[in-house]
């Protein structure tokens, strides 16, 4: 009995050829040469590079030339520019005629002290005053009859001496004619002369006399003056009792309360003018000697960019910041609260035709000394020299031509590599 086996199923193969075996070799050996082509310029990278970084993690600008903006971005907050404190003008009752927060017109009346004393001395000084202008209308009276008494005695001594004039002549020719003595004649003359003596006394004593009179109703009438100055004075006084709002606006805080005794000068309340803001903002003192009042500012307000002046600056520095105020240009905005926050930006320094590159992270880690320029994939460390700063740009005084690539981002990571693989 026979056993079968399996060389019914055995097929029978032809021998590989050498052809096949040596295009095999060939296209393997292409593809080595095709990769060792194509990956040259990496290894090469990588031979060259002390340092590698994912260009996902980084950002690059491009150095470019045209005009440059120094300016700083600060936050401030809306203040009033008036608002105005009312002080008590006398001591009193106070009574309030509005509550905090009402509108209020200029001219309305916000409270009333009621101060008996001074409005029982305007009484006082209003009944002083017509009993001096009754003593100066006495005066007047007065001043007259001396003026007519005066009068008549001139009048009497002109006709004694026109009498003696008159009766001199009548003498001279009597005595002519013998008719008359010596004595007579004599006597005639005395009498002219004491006539004419007389009426040249009465002539300066009329006039010494009105001078008196005039002096004395110019005292009274002084007098009548001086007493109504006082009495527009506590009228003044008085009226000031009435506080009245200098401005249009709300009402701010009320700093008594209702019926209370105040003092001369006490602060009784605030009125705030809501057509008239300014922005309050603290700048960096690093920034402080750049300052200068007049600069240009743009304020972000109600969605828009408005045109605002730098106003005023503060001359001491408080918690590393100074103090400064800027006013819009224009009309304020609708919309504003006062206390609101605002982003201001203020315009220090404009320059033209000027190196520049987009700020960021790289200048505060390089200490604005170094930057990695790009090339070929490549991040080469290289010294610059930086000028002014702005919000958004950074000032290339040397280092840099334009058209270099740079890393803006942080290079901290590069731990001062000189060379960088950026994968």
Request: hydrophobic residues 40%; proline residues 2%; glycine residues 6%.
């Amino acid at each position: 009995m026979s056993i079968s086996d399996t060389s019914a199923q055995d097929v029978a193969l032809q021998p590989k050829s050498n052809r096949i075996l040596y295009l095999g070799s060939v296209g393997i050996l292409g593809a080595i040469a095709l990769a060792v082509w194509l990956f040259a310029p990496l290894v090469q990278r990588w031979a060259m590079a002390q340092d590698a970084v994912s260009g996902e993690r980084l950002r690059t600008a491009q150095v470019t030339r045209g005009d440059f903006v120094r300016d700083i971005s600060v936050q401030g907050r809306v203040v009033a520019a008036v608002s105005p404190t009312l002080y008590a003008t006398q001591t009193g009752t106070v009574t309030f005629e509005v509550e905090s927060g009402d509108s209020v017109h200029a001219g309305q009346v916000l409270a009333v002290i009621d101060s008996p004393e001074i409005q029982n001395q305007l009484l006082q000084e209003k009944s002083q005053l017509s009993s001096l202008q009754v003593e100066l209308e006495r005066q007047r009276i007065t001043t007259r009859q001396q003026q007519l008494e005066n009068q008549k005695s001139e009048d009497a001594a002109t006709i004694d001496l026109t009498a003696a004039r008159r009766e001199l002549n009548r003498a001279e020719q009597a005595f002519t004619q013998g008719a008359l003595t010596e004595v007579d004649y004599n006597k005639a003359q005395d009498d002219l002369q004491t006539a004419e003596l007389l009426h040249r006394h009465a002539l300066l004593d009329t006039e010494l006399d009105n001078e008196r009179l005039e002096f004395e109703l110019q005292t009274s009438q002084l007098r009548v003056e001086q007493q109504e100055l006082l009495v527009a004075d506590i009228t003044r006084q008085v009226d000031e009792l009435n506080i009245l709002s200098p401005v249009s606006g709300i009402v701010g805080n009320l700093a008594v309360q209702q019926k209370t005794n105040v003092s001369k000068n006490q602060a009784i309340l605030s009125v705030v003018d809501l057509t008239a803001f300014e922005v309050e903002v603290q700048i960096s003192e690093s920034y402080a000697d750049d300052l200068a009042i007049g600069m240009q500012a743009e304020v972000r307000a109600t969605g828009q960019l408005i045109d605002a002046t730098l106003i005023a600056v503060s001359p001491e520095i408080i918690d590393n910041q100074v103090t400064g105020r800027v006013r819009f240009n224009d009309l304020v905005p609708e919309g504003l609260r006062q206390n609101q926050r605002l982003t201001t930006r203020i315009l220090l320094e404009e320059k033209f035709d000027v190196l520049m590159v987009q700020r960021g992270q790289f200048f505060d880690s390089g200490n604005g000394r170094v930057a990695y320029v790009i090339d070929n994939g490549v991040a080469h460390r290289r010294a610059i020299s930086t000028g002014a700063t702005s919000l958004n740009s950074i000032e290339i005084l040397d280092g840099l031509a334009p058209g270099d690539t740079i890393i803006v981002s942080s290079t901290d990571t590069f731990n001062g590599a000189d060379t960088v693989l950026i994968n």
